[in-house]
């Protein structure tokens, strides 16, 4: 199993410049979860997702959008990058069925520069 | 609401010192509690869980134990080492599937 994986690790946009951030699990999890950690600070979730095709506004998600179209893939897209977006991007996915344990997996990151 | 609130940090030890990092948390319910662990320029891993009241749980020589009376989850270890220097995140698990995180602590252990 490869888990959690995010690409690419590493990005510099230009202001204004659009990107979608890969996300991809093959643990057959129905949550998913996008979140961003700025310099110092701890997590704020983007958006997330109970299963395919339903997704679902977090504390932070101006800037941002998202689909689902399968259990495994959950890109995340900047439309118009803002250096607000300076970040890094971590994506997770956990199992909620019948017996949750809220546990959540993450990826490695992807270390997002607007510049 | 669900809330978590860590100490802050920098927490700076020796090697083999003990350590304490504290985590409180306020909850509607029963959630479960974790701790994650994050190394430089590394995603969050799991460190430990607990899921009820009394558990306790542990690896890698970390503990922690849910206390519902004190509403805390406080991580502990007996002797670190310099590759325990990390930052350290307490979490809460609820209805929803959401975890809300606190802020984290960083850890620096040296030699």
């Known amino acids: 199993n490869a888990g959690v994986t995010q690409t690419p690790k590493f990005r510099i946009l230009k202001i204004g410049q659009s990107m979608t951030l890969q996300c991809t699990q093959d643990m057959n999890h129905n949550y998913m979860y996008w979140y961003r950690q700025d310099p110092g600070m701890g997590l704020k979730l983007i958006y997330y997702?109970?299963?395919?095709?339903?997704?679902d506004k977090g504390e932070v998600p101006n800037g941002y959008n998202v689909s689902r179209s399968t259990t495994e893939d959950f890109p995340l897209r900047l439309e118009l990058a803002a250096p607000s977006q300076t970040s890094v991007y971590f994506c997770a996915s956990s199992y909620s069925g019948e017996r949750p344990t809220y546990e959540q997996y993450f990826g490695p990151g992807t270390r997002l520069t607007v510049t | 609401g669900n809330s978590v609130t860590q100490m802050e940090g920098p927490v700076t030890l020796s090697e083999e010192a003990f350590l304490t990092i504290n985590c409180t948390y306020t909850a509607t319910g029963y959630p479960s509690l974790f701790w994650y662990v994050q190394y430089p320029g590394e995603g969050l891993q799991l460190l430990l869980k607990?899921?009820?009241?009394?558990d306790k749980g542990s690896n890698k020589g970390f503990e922690a134990t849910y206390r519902k009376e004190t509403t805390s989850f406080h991580l502990e270890k007996g002797s670190v080492q310099v590759s325990d220097s990390a930052v350290y995140f307490c979490a809460l698990g609820n209805q929803g599937g959401k975890l809300i995180f606190g802020q984290g602590t960083e850890l620096s252990v040296k030699p």
């Open positions: 607990a899921t009820k009241a009394d």
């Open positions: 997702s109970v299963g395919a095709g339903i997704t």
